[in-house]
Structure formats: structure tokens, C-alpha cells
């Protein structure tokens, strides 16, 4: 498969997109700054919405570049698409 990005900028654009969508930052600030809060049953939401946000991260790395770019302009656009 003959991609027009590189591995970089494919990395980069899958961080985005993650980042965009899920503000995985902040969960990963709370995780490494108060882990006993993190693994709390009161959390349990927060620890949900980034698992989450790791399995689209893997689906994106294994993904072809159509979905990619097709979420790249969406946040462009000011928006972004649920991936199928």
C-alpha cells in the first residue's frame, strides 16, 4: 500500500485526531499525577473514555490512508466523524 503520508506525519495526524476527539492530554496528566485517583472506582468513567480513545488509536495506526485523511479534513472542518 503506497501511502502519500510519511511515518511521522502519519503519527502525527493520528495523535491529533486522538487529541482532538478524547483530550487524551488531560487523562494522561491525571493518570501519571495521581495514579491512586486514577485507578479509583470514581474515575471509572475517565479510565473508560481513554480506553476508548486506545482502541481508536489502534484502529487508526492499522487503518489506510483514506479514513485517515477523510478525519483529517473533518477536523479541519471544525467537526469530526465517527470512524465505521
Same mark, same amino acid.
Given at each position: 500500500?503506497?501511502t502519500?503520508?510519511?511515518?511521522k +506525519? !502519519?503519527?502525527?495526524? #493520528? #495523535? @491529533? #485526531?486522538i487529541? +482532538?476527539?478524547?483530550?487524551?492530554? %488531560?487523562?494522561?496528566?491525571?493518570?501519571?499525577k495521581?495514579?491512586?485517583?486514577?485507578?479509583?472506582? !470514581?474515575?471509572?468513567?475517565?479510565?473508560?473514555i481513554? @480506553?476508548? +480513545?486506545m482502541? =481508536?488509536?489502534?484502529?487508526l495506526?492499522?487503518a489506510?490512508?483514506?479514513?485517515?485523511?477523510? =478525519?483529517?479534513?473533518a477536523?479541519? %472542518? @471544525? @467537526?469530526?466523524?465517527q470512524? %465505521?
Amino acid at each position: 500500500m503506497k501511502t502519500s503520508l510519511s511515518l511521522k +506525519a !502519519r503519527r502525527h495526524a #493520528i #495523535i @491529533g #485526531i486522538i487529541e +482532538a476527539r478524547f483530550s487524551v492530554s %488531560a487523562f494522561e496528566d491525571v493518570r501519571r499525577k495521581n495514579p491512586e485517583y486514577w485507578r479509583s472506582p !470514581r474515575n471509572d468513567m475517565a479510565r473508560g473514555i481513554y @480506553g476508548e +480513545a486506545m482502541r =481508536e488509536k489502534q484502529w487508526l495506526l492499522g487503518a489506510s490512508e483514506t479514513p485517515l485523511e477523510d =478525519e483529517r479534513l473533518a477536523l479541519r %472542518a @471544525g @467537526g469530526w466523524r465517527q470512524a %465505521a
